[in-house]
């Protein structure tokens, strides 16, 4: 959906239709299902000959806006809202595939993508090859005659690394795939996959796009027959979205760019305040001119998002120490939140890997991630440089 107005003012004034309160802030639709006016409208309604509410699994005016709006945001054809960022990869995944398909994916992706990839899509026959983030050169020889998706997440999660889309892109046209890109780190404001070629876009609502660590949600966008698969498929094994959630979701939205921008304004300083310190042996953050993808990340994103990685000296018990120390950042599974949030993968979210696994998904012993909250940056520098002399 091109459309002719600003990304800020889409976020604003994309709207449902006002009921007939004449209310200036779109109200909550909690209710589970919609009345007809007789037989026949009900008839032509589930014929999908008119385009009304049936039961709020199918649809319902706070997820529609929702999706309207990252739908324009991203210049998606359209789009379908879920409970959580995972099912709208599950779902994404389960209408998109058959028995015997072959999926190529970056190594790097979130641990429970890893977990759908390796434990329960073999369950129906469907495998996945990996190529190393730094290693996009391999992906050709990855594809197979039954390779039907190329998948990818950028900024990748949890150490910041970069993927060229337009070189994606390429590779997907060339063998004729379909590129599936989550884009949950970037938001529709600082990259815009489907712009490089990207079929289908997938966010985590829960992140940035709520932003403020309220609710969790997710959705895809891209394609119309694409999503119409994704639709019909989410319509009978019901991840919808809620109302409530998605209310919450779209009222987000309309602060989206002044937040996004205060985070990347705050973690280009943190992660320049980071890159200054003795015990830190290296800062990966994409608009540093020391990331090693630098002119790729400036390419294909606005500014550079609010995760910051970061090694200190030490190791494991280094990490572990410097979370210990933390007085005022949290120490949360979540990201993307207005409070700044300090994690240790190697000893929570990837301990179960070796250390070798470890190192192909680029997460070191010594590595922190801080995803950069909304304080004043001089108190989350503050809190930071405490830890690391501590
Ligand atoms: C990159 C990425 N994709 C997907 C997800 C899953 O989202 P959710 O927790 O909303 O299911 C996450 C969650 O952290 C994530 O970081």
Known sequence: MKSNKHFETEAIRIQNKRSQFSEHSTPMYLTSSFVFDDAEDMRASFAEEKEKNLYSRFSNPNTTEFVDKIVAMEGAESGYAFATGMAAIFSTFGALLNSGDHIVSVRSVFGSTHSLFTKYLPKWNIETSYFNVNDVDEIESLIQTNTKILYAETPTNPAVDIIDLELLNKIAKKHKLLLIIDNCFATPYLQKPIEFGADIVIHSATKLIDGQGRVLGGIAVGRSDLIREIYLFSRNTGPALSPFNAWILSKSLETLAVRVDKHCENALKVAEFLESQLNVNWVKYPFLRSHPKYEIAKKQMKLGGNIVAFEVNGGIKAGRKFLDNINMCSLSANLG???????????????????????????????????????????IIKDLDQALKA
């Open 337 to 379: 939140d207005t409070r700044s949030i300090v994690t240790h993968p190697a000893s929570t979210t990837h301990s179960k890997l070796s250390e070798q696994e470890r190192l192909e998904v680029s997460i070191t012993d010594g590595l922190v991630r801080v995803s950069v909250g909304l304080e004043h940056v001089d108190d």
